[in-house]
T-cell receptor
């Protein structure tokens, strides 16, 4: 079974631009979550989608948004990039029934210059 | 606010000895706890989990202990191997409060030969 796939692997953007990250979950998994990892803050929850609906959202500004498609693939968008958005963005999938482990992708390393 | 805390940023252990990684949490609604291992620029890999109805779970060299009254859990690795050197994240979730994992900031384990 293929794991969670994230594209692109690396991304360099400048302040003010916007970026879209993509995630393909494990086949059969209906839940996709996004996390941001920075050296100072560790892994912080962004949002979780299940069957194309956002089920849960973390404490991030509205510049961070996401969506999920009918095939469970998900995209995350960050608009008006700031220097502080430089981070490793991790996508995770799970069956979505709750109380279960998440399977993570390798992440997209975003650098904002 | 950080609901899951790993107070030791780093730990160094000799090969063959026991590694003990600690984690504290503040939210009494958490009912599922996990440990993840992470290498730089990669996604976290699931190690072991424990439900709040148990106080111990074992998988090979890895054992997780949960003390609900103290809101504390620990991961024991016996015997430690150089390949165990990585960052270990403790995570917790509350089934009735959504599906997000709350992560600690991680403990960097170094196992020396």
């Amino acid at each position: 079974k293929a794991g969670v796939t994230q594209t692109p692997r690396y991304l360099i953007k400048t302040r003010g631009q916007q970026v879209t990250l993509s995630c393909s979950p494990i086949s059969g998994h209906r839940s996709v979550s996004w996390y941001q990892q920075t050296p100072g803050q560790g892994l912080q929850f962004l949002f979780e989608y299940f069957s194309e609906t956002q089920r849960n959202k973390g404490n991030f500004p509205g510049r961070f948004s996401g969506r999920q498609f009918s095939n469970s693939r998900s995209e995350m968008n960050v608009s008006t990039l700031e220097l502080g958005d430089s981070a490793l963005y991790l996508c995770a999938s799970s069956p979505g029934t709750g109380g279960e482990k998440l399977f993570f992708g390798s992440g997209t390393q975003l650098s904002v210059l | 606010d950080q609901q899951v805390k790993q107070n030791s940023p780093s730990l160094s252990v000799q090969e063959g000895r026991i590694s003990i990684l600690n984690c504290d949490y503040t939210n009494s609604m958490f009912d599922y706890f996990l440990w993840y291992k992470k290498y730089p620029a990669e996604g976290p890999t699931f190690l072991i989990s424990i439900s709040s109805i148990k106080d111990k779970n074992e998988d090979g060299r890895f054992t997780v202990f949960l003390n609900k009254s103290a809101k504390h859990l620990s991961l024991h690795i016996v015997p430690s191997q150089p390949g165990d050197s990585a960052v270990y994240f403790c995570a917790a979730s509350a089934t009735d409060s959504g599906y997000a994992l709350n992560f600690g900031k991680g403990t960097s384990l170094l196992v020396t030969p």
